[in-house]
């Protein structure tokens, strides 16, 4: 096969299931490298283990993160899987506590997954109203000792900015493991592992990617012994992201930055427009002063914004009638703002919490906004107009 050598200015993707090995040798080498260089394998077997274009893009990310390894899976889950699976071993499995306000997909894979198939002991910490309390979490941590603790920075649709660098240095004292989702707060406002986390995980389908069009996700770290451990269960479960998702991962993120410095401008003047409006009842974003860990946020992500979620709340007088006017405005704004179960594209989305959360979050008027980087007077202009035509009494 004639071999074409140009200098691209772009990763190459490489879509070999298995790749060339010339002789008994290099197949040695290739496979002393998997376990003893697993960072920078010379050469690559089977794409199932090691995908040189994912790994181009894995060092991108490593960039982002301010670690020593990252590891793209298909999805957010499988990053989750991944990250918590290698701390499971055969009789050795302590408690693993859960901070309550999570992404519901993890809320379910741990009582599907984690404690009905895999009978492990799982405990949950709730927060006392929009605050976990940390003298509560300290006495939970004496009387659990848990073996891994793990919570996501921001919560979702209440937005509670979690104290995380408290909640860090208290269960790494306490003697757990502790690994954090950073989708929602991204690299960008604050890195987990710089204080003393020991796996981030994302669902890079969201703002690292940040167009709706690829599902993957990715666990990172500084510890030698865990990344071993997450290739060889990546591999062995086969959770491994596709070198077409990768290139693309790749090509998008070199925006990152420039996307979520503008989604969290965006949402913060949205917040605002909102927070005044007189159809609007209430307004939960972290950069509004009103918001119940305002302080806790500006602490921790140090001005550089405060993200890209809004939840509001729509007036009206009884539950139906806000349920209505929910109602109303996202048929309003079908336009211009879709109702799409995601967040973290350039566009702006739309949920309405109650028919998500059900039960959890029995609110009638709540709306979740994932505010786009779109021209921003055209995007406040869409949402005066939809509050104009809606009636709320
Ligand atoms: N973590 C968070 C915070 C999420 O919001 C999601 C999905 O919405 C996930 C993890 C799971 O990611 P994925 O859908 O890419 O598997």
């Known amino acids: 096969m004639k071999k074409i050598d140009v200098q691209s200015t772009r990763i190459p993707i490489y879509r070999d299931a298995a790749f060339f090995l010339s002789d008994e040798e290099t197949i040695k080498k290739a496979f002393r490298d998997e376990l003893d260089h697993p960072r920078s394998p010379e050469i690559y077997i089977y794409a199932r283990y090691r995908n040189p274009t994912v790994v181009a893009v894995e060092e991108q990310i490593m960039a982002l993160e301010e670690c020593q390894w990252a590891l793209l899976t298909q999805s957010g889950m499988s990053a989750i899987d991944v990250a918590l699976s290698i701390f499971q071993k055969a009789e050795e499995t302590g408690t693993w506590l859960f901070f309550s306000e999570i992404y519901g997909g993890t809320n379910s894979y741990i009582d599907r997954v984690l404690q009905f198939r895999r009978g492990i002991n799982i405990k949950r910490f709730y927060p006392a109203g929009y605050r976990y309390d940390l003298g509560q ?19 979702n649709p209440m937005l509670i900015v979690a104290d995380c660098q408290s909640i860090i240095s208290m269960a790494k004292k306490a003697g757990a493991v502790v690994l954090v989702d950073n989708t929602f707060a991204t690299p960008y406002l604050w890195n987990p592992l710089q204080h003393g986390a020991d796996i981030v995980v994302h669902s890079a389908t969201k703002f690292l990617s940040g167009h709706n069009n690829i599902t993957a996700g990715v666990l990172c770290g500084n510890d030698a012994q865990m990344e071993k451990d997450a290739i060889e269960y990546r591999k062995f479960v086969g959770h491994m992201l ?5 290139y693309r991962l790749g090509t998008q993120l070199r925006t990152f930055e420039l996307r979520f410095g503008r989604h ?10 909102l927070a005044d409006h007189e159809k609007i009842e209430k307004v939960l974003y972290p950069g509004l002063e009103s918001h119940p860990t305002h302080n806790q946020a500006q602490r921790l992500f140090n001005g550089k914004g405060f993200g890209a979620m809004i939840t509001f709340d729509i007036k009206g007088d009884t539950p139906e009638k806000k349920g209505q006017a929910a109602r109303g405005f996202i048929s309003a704004m079908s336009e211009h703002v879709p109702l799409v179960p995601t967040l973290g594209d350039t566009q702006t989305m739309l949920l309405h919490v109650e028919s998500v959360w059900g039960d959890k979050y029995p609110l009638p008027g709540m709306i979740r906004l994932s505010v786009g980087i779109e021209n921003y007077p055209e995007l406040e202009a869409a949402f005066l107009n939809a509050l104009d035509q809606i009636a709320i009494k």
Request: hydrophobic share 40%.
């Open 137 to 155: 979490l300290e006495k939970e941590l004496a009387e659990t000792k848990p073996q891994l603790v793990y919570f996501e920075a921001m919560s």
């Open 242 to 246: 596709s070198a077409d998702d990768a």
């Open 264 to 273: 969290c401008q965006n949402a913060a003047q949205l917040a605002k427009t």
